[in-house]
């Protein structure tokens, strides 16, 4: 008895030590802003930008109340991330630089992180110049998850824009960056290689964009997935697979098309075009 | 007729001495009173002052029967004469006029003159000077200009071709008008077009019979329905009669609905409430989740996930 009663304290205690956690940030301690912050990045993960964004603002709003300026940073942050997703790029362009403001008049430091969401956002708005350099210092960042997404940033631009130097210098950090990395920088690496392989080696670059988009499917960015098969179609179809860049450009448009976005509608007409013509919303209800 | 001077020797009653100088000396003081009289009334005034010229350049008709000597009036009054009629090098005419001097004041640069005649169509021509009210006149060249005056002859004539040129053409139309008439009557007694096939053929009223007659078929055949109308009407009565029942049922509940409304409104004042407090429980619930989920017991690592707690992962930030 007295060992079962031993026994059942020791796991109590252990318990007790599990489930303490790390000391939240300040603001957390605020229920309005810590709820809408929670709730912010639960409808981000269903895909409810609009409600997403409401609630970054509310916490916004909370932080300005608490002259909070690093709270302020987060949600604005947040907020642009989720207006890029909901293809809004001109609007994160100027939650931007509104942050950045509130940030200057409280000397406190700029986040790097808002300079990746402007690089971000003038990449969208194939503003590359711009977006090659918005992309350079969180690219030099320890954070291999931030240095990651600002080389894939850099690399397609320089790639859209013919600028290989910039293509090359992606290429680097993303290369030389220390193992073990996150599957989303891994799939970051292949594809920039991917893409500074098309013109010399089509049949690896094809190869290493079909890679890029079962990790994008695994880890759930479905647009970032329809990008990589099409960049697998490119790459197909300069290797001379003419029948195989076809299905692949099908299945791109058709992944794009049963996304929101009017940039992803547009991109589903272009690819749907170049696959020959596909049915691109084939489970739509029929017209009345 | 001869006198003879007798010697009187009868002494007159008065001798008077001197008498020829005493008459001399009377004619003399007669004489001064009457000058001094003249020059007190300022006679040799207006006589020793020169008459004002002023200038009346005439219009492009010529002297429009103005002559030497003519009368110049100002505001119905004689005020001066016309001295000459003078040709200018230009191949204007005017005329120098003497003003009276009393004139003078009246006569500034706007002022003009009117050639009128005596008795408005006839009798002799005159200058007939207007008031001015402008600057006063430069004396030592005094020019204004003179303009006919309207000839009531011809504005009869002008206003009797005006009459003239507007009945005429209504002359003509009512004339043209009579003749088509006159020609559409005509047709119509020969029985020309509908209206004279109404007068002279009497087919078309042949055919209105025939339609009364129709008429009244479809009017007899109408009644049977007419009747099937009426139990319509009967039926749609008793309806309404329901619905006005349906009505006072209505109006007897209306009574309780501010009570139901208050219920109703006790009710939902608590919703608010209720929300935020659902909404709390369910913000426990997900932290607690979250808490347990961390937990090592239950397969967690103890630890949260992100470090960086609040902040989306930056594989979110969509190129």
Redesign the interface.
Known sequence: MKKIILSSAALMSLAACGSTSQPAPIAFDDPVYAQAMDTGESAFDLKRYKVAMSEYRTAGQQALKRDDGPAMAEAGYNLAVSQLAAGQPQDALKTVQDVSQTLLIRHDTSVVSLKLVQAAAYYQLKNYTQAIEDAAAPMAEADKDLAGRAALIMGLAGYDSGDNAALQRAYTRLHNMKKPVSVSVLADKKEIEALSLIKTNPAQAMSLAREVADLRRDEGSYNEMSRALALAARAASISGDHAGAASLWARAAQSAAAQSGSQMQKDADQWGQLAGGVLLHPLAPPAQ | MFQIRLRQKVKPLISLRYTDEWVGLLVILSLVAFGGVIVEAGVLRDWLTPPAILRVTLPAGGVEGLTVGGDVQLLGAHAGTIRSIKLNPSGDMYVIVDLDLQAKPFIRRDSTAVIRKQFIVAGSSYLDLNRGYGAPMNWDYAVISATPAPNPGDMITATLNDIKTQIVPTLESARHMMAELDATMTAMHEGKGSVGQLLTNDALIKDAEKTIVSLNTVISQLKPIENQMATIMSKADATMGNVKSMSGDLAKTTPHLPAIAASVQDSTADLPALLTQA?TTL?SL?KLTN?LR????LG?S???KN?K???????????
């Open positions: 909404q913000y997900q808490q961390g937990m090592w017991l967690g103890g630890q949260p470090s707690k609040g902040w989306l992962p930056p594989r979110r930030v969509q190129p």
